[in-house]
């Protein structure tokens, strides 16, 4: 079982930055390929960026490339994802995720690949 707590969410203005975290407690972290996602009100859940369990491979979607970075500490069971240049269109509740990796380096791009959700933080960026 792994548990996941997001933080850092807020309310920022329009070219603004923010960093959540997200710490995990339970089982090993390395042995998990993490993610974070984000709903829109109205809008189905989308994939934002996402990691390897080695941190060495990377996936961003479209609308987030050169603007925001996700990293992870495996020593400190935390992933982060570093907002930057942030638009009313990223306006959402962000959710980290981790999905099983069976010691296979690479990134989860599916949300059903995902064992572990945690809460959500609300991010709001105001025009």
């Known amino acids: 079982q792994v548990q996941l707590v997001e933080s850092g969410g807020g309310l920022v203005q329009v070219g603004g930055s923010l960093r959540l975290s997200c710490a995990a407690s339970g089982r090993t972290f390395t042995n998990y390929a993490l993610g974070w996602f984000r709903q829109a009100p109205g809008k189905e859940r989308e994939l934002v960026a996402a990691i390897s369990w080695s941190g060495l491979s990377t996936y961003y979607t479209g609308s987030v490339k050169g603007r925001f970075t996700i990293s992870r500490d495996n020593g400190k069971k935390t992933l982060y994802l570093q907002m930057n240049s942030l638009k009313p269109e990223d306006t959402a509740v962000y959710y980290c995720?981790?999905?099983?990796?069976?010691?296979?380096?690479?990134?989860?791009?599916?949300?059903?690949?995902?064992?572990?959700w945690g809460q959500g933080t609300q991010v709001t960026v105001s025009s």
């Open positions: 995720a981790a999905g099983r990796a069976y010691y296979s380096d690479v990134v989860k791009t599916r949300g059903n690949e995902y064992d572990y």
